[in-house]
Every structure is written in C-alpha cells, then in structure tokens.
C-alpha cells in the first residue's frame, strides 16, 4: 500500500505546490505522512457528511480539490464544521489532503479537464505564466462551429447545470474559439476577448460582468461547483497511473452547497 507523502508525492510531480497561488493553502492538511493508505476518498469539498462516508468505507485518506483549512485555524475547539472535521479526522487517522490552484495551473489541471468534456482542440493556456507557458490559468481552443443556443445547451447538458446563466446581449451567432476557466474566472474576460474566444465558460460571473462584456463575448456562468467537480477525475487517473492496485473511491456524498428553486 503507499503512504501518504507517496500519493502527495504523484499529485505535486503533476501539479507542483510552487504553482498555488500566495493565498492558497494546497498540500497535506491532516494526518501523518507516513502513514499507509488503505483507501483514497475523491471530492471537492471536505464536509463532514464526506468524512463519515470515507469512515464508512474504511478510506483513510481524502483528497479534495478545495482545501479544509483555507485561511488558517486559531484554535480547534469544534465550533464550526472545519474544526470538528480536523479533530473527527484526527481521532480516526484520516489523513487529508488538497490540490487546488496549483491543479487549475498544471499542464493538464482542471481547465483542460472542462476543454475535454466540451471536445474543444487546438488547446493553449489561456493566460500562461511567464516563467512557463505551458502552465498557468484558463485554456483557450476551438470547437466544430456552433450556433450559439446549442452551444450553450450542451454546455447545459455536459455540465448537469440546472440554472444556465448567460449573456443575452451577446452578437455572436456562431461559436468556434472557446475560452474555459474552473471556478471563478471572471477575471480572465477581458483575456479571452483579446484572445479572439467568441465564448468563455466559468463560474461566479458578476451582474457588472455580464455589462461589461457581455456585448463582446459569450459569457456561460456554469456554477463554481459544477465546473470543478471534474478535479476528482483528474485524481482518480494520477492515483491510478501510479498506483494501479490503490483503492480510489469517488464521494456519493458530494453535494452543491448552492441550490436552485
């Protein structure tokens, strides 16, 4: 069975620490190191209804695209859901861990992972960092033309969006250039319109976006939680590619903590 530094070890050779951004807090969370890894649970979020599911089925070891503890903790008394988390954790020798900007980043991170489900080609990273342009924020490719309400229905469909938001002032007619961000990409807009994309997709797009640019460009708000739920995919396959005999479970808890009436 591998240990925990092992499976970290496959995940940041994927999706390096060093491209998290400053805020972020990607790595081992929870849990010792060296300890060996019975079973993996996959999510995007650590709730507790999750870390009872990986109890359940005898994980000893979450990965989760979101970090639990995000901006730090100054205390662990069991106050809020985050604490209770980390000392049910602890108590069970759940170890945890999580791979967030940095996975956006990587070569093949989430972005990609959403321009495959849209079977986009031509891919190149939309706002590349200087120091290596094959990482960085964003993809940009194209797709077979498209009129723009079929594009969004499959975008609709693909994505299992219940509430589609889009830019109704839009002039594009047909879609062929894509622009695609996990998360919240708003700021990547104006990019994908210098970038000639007749479309972007992504998540938590502000009304003053959509007026901003909605004359310019197809904006698709898909939901921050739909467009990054593919990041335990993309887990799955490097725990896999490593560790063919690993047990990797997807959560059946996961939920979006946002709902639609």
């Known amino acids: 069975m591998p240990k925990v530094?092992?499976?970290?070890?496959?995940?940041?050779?994927?999706?390096p620490?060093?491209?998290?951004?400053?805020?972020d807090n990607a790595g081992l969370q929870v849990g010792n190191p060296d300890m060996e890894v019975s079973a993996v649970m996959l999510c995007l979020d650590v709730t507790e209804d999750i870390l009872a599911e990986a109890r359940a089925r005898s994980c000893n070891m979450i990965i989760s695209h979101h970090p639990l503890i995000f901006k730090g903790l100054r205390n662990v008394t069991g106050a809020d859901a985050t604490q209770r988390i980390v000392i049910e954790a602890?108590?069970?020798?759940?170890?945890?861990?999580?791979?967030?900007?940095n996975l956006d980043?990587?070569?093949e991170g989430v972005s990609h992972e959403i321009a495959s489900i849209l079977d986009m080609s031509g891919l190149g990273v939309l706002d590349p960092r200087p120091e290596d342009p094959s990482t960085?924020?964003?993809?940009?490719?194209?797709i077979t033309p498209t009129p723009k309400l079929e594009f969004l229905r499959r975008v609709k469909e693909r994505f299992n969006v219940r509430a589609l938001r889009y830019s109704s002032h839009s002039?594009?007619?047909v879609?062929?250039?894509?622009?695609?961000?996990?998360?919240s990409?708003?700021?990547l807009i104006r990019k994908a319109v210098e970038r000639g994309a007749d479309a972007i997709v992504t998540g938590d797009i502000k009304y003053h976006d959509f007026t901003t640019f909605g004359d310019e460009i197809l904006i698709a708000d898909i939901g921050h939680y739909e467009s990054e739920l593919c990041s335990a995919k993309i887990f799955s396959r490097i725990i896999r590619d490593a560790f063919p005999d690993a047990v990797v479970y997807f959560s059946l808890k996961e939920s979006n903590p946002i709902a639609v009436l």
Do not use: M, N, W
């Open 5 to 15: 530094r092992e499976i970290a070890a496959v995940i940041e050779s994927f999706a």
């Open 17 to 23: 620490k060093r491209l998290q951004e400053d805020y």
């Open 90 to 101: 602890i108590r069970e020798g759940i170890a945890i861990y999580a791979a967030h900007t």
């Open 105 to 107: 980043a990587a070569r």
């Open 136 to 142: 960085g924020t964003g993809i940009i490719g194209d």
């Open 171 to 173: 002039p594009r007619l």
């Open 175 to 183: 879609i062929k250039r894509v622009a695609v961000c996990g998360g």
């Open 185 to 187: 990409g708003a700021f």
